[in-house]
C-alpha cells in the first residue's frame, strides 16, 4: 500500500478563513482551494481526458450510484478501477451513493420507457441501509455502509466519501436529528469497512484511497455543530460537507459553513458537496473550503449560458455570471465569449460562431461552452489561490464581484 | 488575387487509373487522393477544428444550401467567409446547393413543428433557377447559377461547385438529357457569374477561388459520356461527378465512373460528390478521382458503428467494415476498437468504455467514434496513396480487402 494521501497548507488569508494548500495523491498532487467538476456517469459530459487535463483539472467528481447501476462493477473491476476504464490518470473523488439513493427515490423515476414515467421509484430506508429501485429499469439494489464503501473500493477512486443520510430538506429539528445520528452510525461503519478493505487488498503497490467524512445536520447550528464534532473525532483522511444545496436558501447554507468549519481540524482537507455557483465561491473559500463540487458549470454550458464577468453582466437583467449565447442578439457577434479569456473556445470562436452552433444543435456547441466555464471557473479559483498567497484576497474578491 | 490554386500529378499506378497528386490551395496543399469529411452545417459533428488537422483532415466540405439558409449569408460576409466563422484555416470545398434544394425538397417536410412535418416542400425549378421553401421555417428561397455563384463566394471556399440541376432516381432517358442539358446551360452561367464575382472582388490579396464543374447523366452511357464532354470543354479549374448516389446500384455508380473518367483532363482534379464508403474507396480510386465526400464515416460513427478492419470484419455476417459498438458483447471488452490503430480514441480507451458511453448517451462517446472512423479512412487512404507511388496498389487492395 502506497501511504501518498496527504495535506499540506501553503498559505492562509488573514482576514478570512481562506487558505491555500496541496492535497497529495496516487494519482498526483491537488492545489486548493480547487474546483472540482462532476463526470456523474465516467465522463465530464462532452470532456475527454485530455481537455481536463488541458483545462487544469486535477480532481474530477464520479458517482457511484450511476456506475455501480451502468456499466457495473464487475466491468470496472475488470479494468482495475475508473482510472484504467476512463483512460483519466488524475485523481478522482467519489461519493457514497447516498445522495442519488434518496434523492433520485425522493423523486419521480425517469426511465427511457415513457410507461413508466411518474411513477415513484421505491425507496426503503432502515438501520442497516437502502433498498431503492434503479431509476433505469426498476430493478431492485441495496446499498448499506459497508456495501457503499465496497463499491468505492471497486471504483478505485483516491477519496472515497463514508455513506450517509442525506437529510432532505425542508426537514423538522426531529426528523433532522433522526437522519443525522444515523449518518453518524453509518460513518462509524463506513470505517470499519474501508479499514478491513485496506487490509484485505493484496494488491502490491496498491494506491492508497482516503476516505472523508460527511457531515449532516440539516439547517439547525446544534445539530451541524454536534455532527461535526462527532464525525471530526473519527480517523477520517479528510471531511465533506452534505446535505447542502438541497433546496436551502444561500443564506441558510452560509450559516451552515459557519457554524461547522470552525470545529474541523486545520490540517485535514474539506470538501463541500454539490455547492460552486460563481457566486458561491469566494464565500465557501473564505470559510476554508479546500475542494467543492458543481454541475452548474458544465450544466449551464450544455444550456448555451456562458460565464462572464465583463461589461456584459452589468447589463444582464438577471444579475448572473453568465449570458445566453443562444439569443438572437449574439447572432453576428465577432467577439469571444470573453474578451482576453484564454480558453479554446475565445482563442478561436465568435460568441456569433456558438450562437449558430447551439442553433442549429451541433455537438460542437455543448462541448466549446463546457470548455469556456470551466475554464473560466479553473482561471477563477487559481486566481483566489494567487490572491490568498499575496495576501490580496479581499481586494481581489472585491475587484471580481464589482467589477 | 493570389493564383495559388494548381494541381499536380506526382504518381500513376501503371494497372488503374489511380494517381496520387497534390492540389495547392490558398489555404494550403491537398495530398490526393484524398477522403473529404462533411461539416453539413459549418461543423464536421462533434469535432473541433483542432481534432480535424491532428485527424490529418487536409479539406472538408460544407453545404451552401444550410449555411445560406442558418446563420445566413450576412453573418458569414462579416466573417469574410467561412474560414474565420469556423475558426479553420485549411482548404474547403462547397456545393451549390442545387443537391439539398433539390433532394430536400423532392422529399418531404423536416421542420421543428410537428404540425408541418409530412408536408411536402415546394420546390419550382425552371430556367432560370429554383424557389424552394426552407426546410426550417417555410420561407420562400430562390437558387439560380447566379445567385448559388454569388453565395459560394460569399463563403469564400477555396474550391466552389457549379450550379447544376441534380437529376433524380430513377428518372427516364429522356429527363435525364433534359436535366442534364440544363445543368450544361447552368454551367456556363456560373462560369460567367464566377468570372463577373472574380473580377469585381476589389480585395487585396483576395485568395483565389476556384470553380468545378459538375457533370450529370444518370445512368446512361451516352449521356454521361456528352456531360463529361461538354462540362470539360469550358474553363473549369476541376471537375464533380454529381448525380451519383442519389439510389443507383454500386454497379451503375461504377458504370458511371468508368463511361466519365476516360473523358477528363488528366491535369485538372476530379471530385466524386457523396460517395466513399469503405468498400468504395479502392473503387473509386483506381477510377483516377481525387477527392470524395462522403458523411458515412461521420454518421456512422455517431450511431456507434465502428470501422474495423481486423478479424471481427469476418465474424461480421453483415460483412461490412464496421462493428456496432454499442452491442452487449462489448460491455466488458477491454481491448480498443481496432487492434494497432493509431487514433486518440484507441490509443486511450476501450471498447467497454465506449460501449458505456453510448449506452448511457454521453456526447463523447459520439466524438470518440467519430475520431476513430474519420482516422480509419484517412489513414487507409494515406496508405493507399504510398502504395500508388510505390506500385503496390494492386497488392494493397487485395490485402486490405481480404485479411
Given at each position: 500500500?502506497?501511504?501518498?494521501?496527504?495535506?499540506?497548507?501553503t498559505a492562509k488569508d488573514k482576514k478570512t478563513k481562506a487558505r491555500t494548500g496541496v492535497i497529495h495523491t496516487p494519482h498526483g498532487d491537488i492545489e486548493t482551494p480547487t474546483f472540482v467538476p462532476v463526470g456523474t456517469q465516467a465522463s465530464v459530459k462532452t470532456l475527454s481526458p485530455l481537455e481536463l487535463d488541458e483545462l487544469g483539472v486535477r480532481l474530477f467528481f464520479v458517482n457511484t450510484?450511476?456506475?455501480?447501476l451502468r456499466p457495473g462493477l464487475d466491468v470496472i473491476k475488470k479494468f482495475g478501477g475508473l482510472h484504467q476504464f476512463m483512460g483519466w490518470n488524475g485523481p478522482i473523488i467519489t461519493d457514497s451513493g447516498g445522495f442519488q439513493v434518496f434523492s433520485l427515490g425522493r423523486k419521480k423515476f425517469v426511465t427511457k420507457n415513457e410507461k413508466e414515467e411518474g411513477e415513484a421509484a421505491l425507496v426503503s430506508i432502515g438501520e442497516d441501509g437502502v433498498v431503492f429501485q434503479s431509476h433505469w429499469d426498476g430493478s431492485k439494489h441495496e446499498f448499506t455502509p459497508e456495501k457503499s464503501m465496497q463499491y468505492e473500493?471497486?471504483?478505485g477512486s483516491d477519496i472515497h466519501i463514508a455513506f450517509d443520510d442525506c437529510t432532505p430538506y425542508p426537514v423538522t429539528p426531529q426528523d433532522?436529528?433522526?437522519?443525522?445520528?444515523?449518518?453518524h452510525r453509518w460513518a462509524v461503519r463506513s470505517l470499519e469497512e474501508h479499514g478491513k478493505l485496506k487490509a484485505e487488498d493484496g494488491r502490491q503497490n496498491k494506491p492508497y484511497q482516503a476516505l472523508y467524512g460527511s457531515i449532516q445536520g440539516s439547517v439547525y447550528e446544534d445539530l451541524?455543530?454536534?455532527s461535526a464534532k462527532f464525525i471530526t473525532s473519527l480517523p477520517f483522511d479528510g471531511f465533506a460537507i452534505g446535505g447542502v444545496a438541497v433546496g436551502e436558501t444561500k443564506k441558510e447554507m452560509a450559516n451552515v459553513l459557519e457554524w461547522v468549519m470552525p470545529i474541523l481540524p486545520d490540517e485535514k482537507p474539506r470538501h463541500l458537496l454539490g455547492v460552486g455557483?460563481?457566486?458561491?465561491?469566494?464565500?465557501l473559500i473564505s470559510c476554508g473550503v479546500d475542494t467543492f463540487d458543481c454541475v452548474q458549470a458544465t450544466r449551464l454550458g450544455r444550456m448555451g449560458r456562458v460565464f462572464t464577468n465583463s461589461e456584459l453582466r452589468i447589463?444582464?437583467?438577471?444579475?448572473?455570471f453568465n449570458i445566453d449565447i443562444t439569443k438572437r442578439e449574439y447572432a453576428g457577434d465577432m467577439r469571444p465569449i470573453e474578451e482576453g479569456c484564454g480558453c479554446y473556445t475565445c482563442q478561436h470562436f465568435s460568441r456569433s460562431y456558438l450562437r449558430h452552433l447551439f442553433h442549429v444543435r451541433e455537438l460542437l456547441g455543448y462541448r466549446l461552452a463546457t470548455i469556456h466555464n470551466i475554464y473560466f471557473i479553473n482561471h477563477l479559483v487559481s486566481q483566489i489561490r494567487a490572491s490568498i498567497k499575496e495576501g490580496t484576497f479581499a481586494?481581489?474578491?472585491t475587484h471580481f464581484t464589482n467589477p
Open positions: 500500500m502506497i501511504q501518498t494521501f496527504s495535506f499540506e497548507i450510484y450511476h456506475t455501480y473500493w471497486a471504483l433532522a436529528k433522526k437522519s443525522m445520528e444515523r449518518t451541524r455543530k454536534e455557483e460563481i457566486d458561491d465561491i469566494f464565500e447589463q444582464n437583467s438577471e444579475k448572473e481586494e481581489f474578491r
